[in-house]
């Protein structure tokens, strides 16, 4: 049974840094079956697919946070990260790290983590 | 970078069936056949119910089917019980990326 666990500061300065981990029991992120990657959710609001990366490094970003985001993974840790700069107030959710079916589908999701920005 | 299109609500009574929609483009729903739907409960984590377009993880009751024709998809719930009052969203593989519908409130009258 995998598990998913962020962690990270919950709270950010305006034009800081957003440096999340999610780490991985129970499963071995470095099988070639699964991406894993980052969904956010604005307060009662809906879902956004933020980015994946893959076992060999290969990453995918939701276009309009590209020049933003950042998706690492360390096979050694078992973990990958997520860091997002130059973030405001609008970057304030809850961000789940997830295990990704090929095609999309977030098979399994961390009890997800609320992120404040705010000085 | 446009989302998909959900109804913002949806109700139906105990053991009837409701359908909800999602509607995307000839770019994403039309062009895959990967999508995926998720339910909701108040302050809990997004569970996966269905995915590409109509298969269900394991445990997930059968009474929830997934379909699509043509750029839209659509969740159906059947025999419909209390607890499937929640919040759904559906998903699209979409080039290199995905998008999410708005979600749509269920409410069991």
């Known amino acids: 049974q995998v598990h998913l666990q962020e962690s990270g500061p919950g709270l950010v300065k305006p034009s800081g840094t957003l440096s999340l981990t999610c780490t991985v029991s129970g499963y071995s992120i470095s099988r070639d079956s699964h991406y894993w990657g980052w969904i956010r959710q604005y307060p009662g609001m809906g879902l956004q697919w933020i980015g994946t990366t893959y076992y060999d490094g290969r990453t995918f970003y939701r276009p309009s946070l590209k020049n933003r985001a950042t998706l690492s993974i360390d096979t050694s840790t078992n973990q990958f990260s997520l860091k997002l700069t130059s973030v405001t107030a609008a970057d304030t959710a809850v961000y789940y790290c997830m295990r990704e079916i090929p095609g999309g589908a977030a098979s399994d999701w961390g009890q997800g983590i609320l992120v404040s920005v705010s000085s | 970078q446009p989302s998909l299109t959900q109804p913002p609500s949806a109700s139906g009574s105990p053991g009837q069936s409701v359908t909800i929609s999602c509607a995307g483009t000839?770019?994403?729903?039309?062009?895959?056949?990967?999508v995926s739907w998720y339910q909701q409960h108040p302050g809990k984590v997004p569970k996966l119910i269905i995915y590409d377009v109509n298969k269900r993880p394991s445990g997930v009751s059968d009474r929830f089917s997934g379909s699509k024709s043509g750029n839209t998809a659509s969740l159906t719930i059947s025999g419909l019980q209390p607890e499937d009052e929640a919040d759904y969203y559906c998903n699209s593989h979409a080039l290199s990326s995905v998008i999410f519908g708005g979600g749509t409130k269920l409410t069991v009258l």
């Open positions: 000839s770019s994403d729903v039309g062009a895959y056949n990967y």
